[in-house]
């Protein structure tokens, strides 16, 4: 079975640093795209950029680029998305999808359940 | 950057009814290799999003058939021929042909 397993909510102050993950299974991880999406409290989904795992190419929205650092390991099929320095602004629902492509389907078809960050003092 | 722009934001409809959802691109949605790069997804209440349709109008695996994509260009739709219960939930229109790629606002469907 496909899966994207994220890791559990984390609570943290301003300032501190935090890497989440997302688990790749019963697929070949390094062949295709993982995509990151935040969703901020009762708001819409926004994309914040994507890693290729099998050459580690990385795209980037504008608005996320700098404040975010997305990363693979190809040795555990993981995806990571981390922070240097939280702002309370970045307390959010995080969505890691995979993007799946054939002669036939080019979509972002499977998603993990998410990971809440709460940034607050 | 392609803006995505969805109509109506909400919709109440009463079971068997139909309804419809609109998404605008700033942009054609046509890549060079002939495929259209339009997505529908539903967010169901705490859950990720889920594909609804992709290329437009092709139903993902398991997606009911109530359920249909439409469009070219720049203008999209989603129907939902008869809705149900379990169709509640927020509505997301995405496209992936030009980084950075964006959803829509959202379309908010409630049941009667």
């Known amino acids: 079975e496909v899966q994207l397993v994220q890791s559990g909510a984390e609570v943290k102050k301003p300032g501190e640093s935090l890497k989440i993950s997302c688990k790749a299974s019963g697929y070949s991880f390094t062949s295709y795209w993982i995509a990151w999406v935040r969703q901020m409290p009762g708001k819409g989904l926004e994309w914040m950029g994507m890693?290729?795992?099998?050459?580690?190419?990385?795209r980037y929205s504008p608005s996320f680029q700098g404040q975010v650092t997305i990363s693979a390991d190809k040795s555990t099929s993981t995806g990571y998305l981390q922070w240097s320095s939280l702002k309370a602004s970045d307390t959010a629902m995080y969505y890691c999808g995979r993007r799946y492509y054939n002669n036939t389907i080019d979509a972002f078809d499977i998603w993990g359940l998410g990971t809440r960050v709460i940034v607050s003092s | 950057d392609i803006v995505m722009t969805q109509t109506p934001l909400s919709l109440s409809v009463t079971p068997g009814q139909p309804a419809s959802i609109s998404c605008k691109s700033s942009q054609r949605l046509l890549h060079s290799n002939g495929r259209t790069y339009l997505f529908w997804f539903l967010q169901r209440p705490r859950q990720p999003p889920q594909l609804l349709i992709y290329?437009?109008?092709n139903r993902f695996s398991g997606v009911p058939e109530r359920f249909s994509g439409s469009g070219s260009g720049t203008d999209f739709t989603l129907k939902i021929s008869r809705v149900e219960a379990e169709d509640v939930g927020v509505y997301y229109c995405m496209q992936s042909v030009q980084l950075p790629y964006a959803f829509g606002q959202g379309t908010k469907l409630e049941i009667k």
């Open positions: 890693i290729y795992p099998g050459d580690f190419d990385t």
């Open positions: 290329e437009v109008s």
